[in-house]
């Protein structure tokens, strides 16, 4: 055989292996991870802290997500629809904040059908069956009433101001100002205004429950925009009103003592380890089902420590 042919021969084994180390090569490496995410909403600054720290968390992590929210956060019917085009485009794990967590919605029956796991962040399902990451709602609603109470010296006459009862971490936060109230005899709470998922309540509304309950002297209120809209209408002057949430503008009504007691809830962190989640999830390492996200609770003593501590 000649050297010419012999060294063809040669190049020929060497171009084989080599492809066949970029053939082995491409196989190892995963695919993207793609992770579909509907929230509530994306119009307050709590939800865009919410996606800012899922985009961090998909960079460190090289993942890839899909974000959508509806318009309106009470838009439940428009939320499924966002998850179930979500589903249909075959994520590898959704994300969705329920707007309606009492009625099982058709898409987590389409993504059991197609294997694609579904996990819950900011607010959880009702029926628990579906791994949550977020805060102890139950827990904030418990702290916000003992702050408030103490605040009034423990007697009187509260209200809440809440976010739609069929969404889990209103409901559950309402669940914790009543527990708490419970324990203190002097006190009470004399009504309950649903229906302010991320909205503001009208200076009319507030000064209606002013005039019918003269008697309320501090409300718990269960979204931080809420919040801020009741302070600034001047019907609130006089009231002493604790809220939850961490907003920029939430943390300044607390230093100037709009309002006096915060429980903050960093929606960058819940976003951030709601990725990390999807992510171990998919890759099929256990994970406790729920992840409970610490809150600390703020009052106009312990916001500028927190401010530096969050600033660095």
């Not at 005039?211 to 209408?233: D, M």
Request: proline share 3%; glycine share 8%.
């Amino acid at each position: 055989m000649s050297r010419r042919i012999t060294s063809g021969i040669l190049i020929l084994a060497l171009l084989l292996v080599l492809c066949g180390c970029k053939s082995t090569q491409a196989e190892a490496t995963p695919p993207e991870l793609i992770i579909g995410v509907v929230a509530k909403s994306d119009a307050t600054e709590y939800w865009m802290s919410v996606r800012s720290g899922m985009e961090a968390a998909a960079k460190r992590n090289g993942c890839r997500i899909l974000f959508f929210a509806p318009d309106a956060e009470e838009s439940a019917e428009a939320q499924e629809k966002l998850a179930s085009a979500l589903i249909r485009r075959r994520v590898d794990v959704l994300a969705v904040s329920p707007i309606d967590a009492v009625n099982e919605p058709a898409y987590l029956k389409e993504a059991r059908k197609l294997g694609i796991p579904v996990i819950s962040y900011d607010s959880a399902f009702e029926s628990g069956e579906i791994a949550y990451i977020g805060i102890d709602n139950h827990l904030a609603g418990y702290q916000m009433a003992a702050n408030l109470a103490k605040r009034l010296e423990y007697q009187g006459e509260i209200g809440i101001v809440s976010g739609e009862l069929n969404q889990m971490c209103h409901r559950e936060r309402v669940e914790g100002v009543k527990e708490y109230i419970k324990t203190v005899p002097e006190m009470k709470i004399t009504y309950i205004e649903s229906g302010y998922s991320g909205a503001k309540m009208s200076g009319e509304k507030l000064a209606q429950l002013r005039r019918e309950h003269p008697e309320v002297k501090g409300l718990v209120v269960t979204s931080a925009v809420t919040a801020l809209g009741i302070i600034e209408s001047f019907e609130a002057v006089g009231l002493s009103i604790v809220t939850i949430d961490v907003q920029e503008d939430v943390l300044y009504a607390l230093k100037n003592k709009h309002i006096v007691g915060l429980v903050a809830q960093s929606g960058y962190d819940i976003g951030y380890e709601t990725i990390n989640y999807a992510r171990e999830l998919k890759a099929g390492r256990e994970k406790e089902k729920n992840i409970i996200i610490e809150a600390e609770f703020l009052t106009a003593e312990n916001v500028e420590d927190y401010l530096e501590k969050h600033t660095q």
